[in-house]
């Protein structure tokens, strides 16, 4: 079973605890991340319907499919690794305080 999946989003990302980050990709992509206790929730910076939940392991994949990075190719699926760390210890940080 995948640790995430799409809903319908039903909370305003600026309304979570916490502001969401957003991440550009090389892409273009504008990704808003947010956390809301154990579970982080990304979308396009564009959409306003649909967000995809998931756990901390699973962001990387979140990120990739939201931003269009091929996790095949090395240097995308490196950037998706990176830019899910950048965000869950920028996430994590504003939560311990």
Known sequence: MRGWGRERCTTDPARA????????ASTGA??????ENDLYHAQRSDSSTDRQV????D??????????LDLERGAEAAEAIELAESALRRL???QAR
């Open 59 to 68: 962001l990387f994949e979140v990120i990739a499919e939201l931003a269009g």
């Open 54 to 57: 998931c756990l901390a392991m």
């Open 30 to 35: 504008k990704i808003l991340v947010w956390r």
């Open 17 to 24: 605890r916490g502001m969401p980050l957003t991440l550009r």
């Open 92 to 94: 994590d940080g504003a």
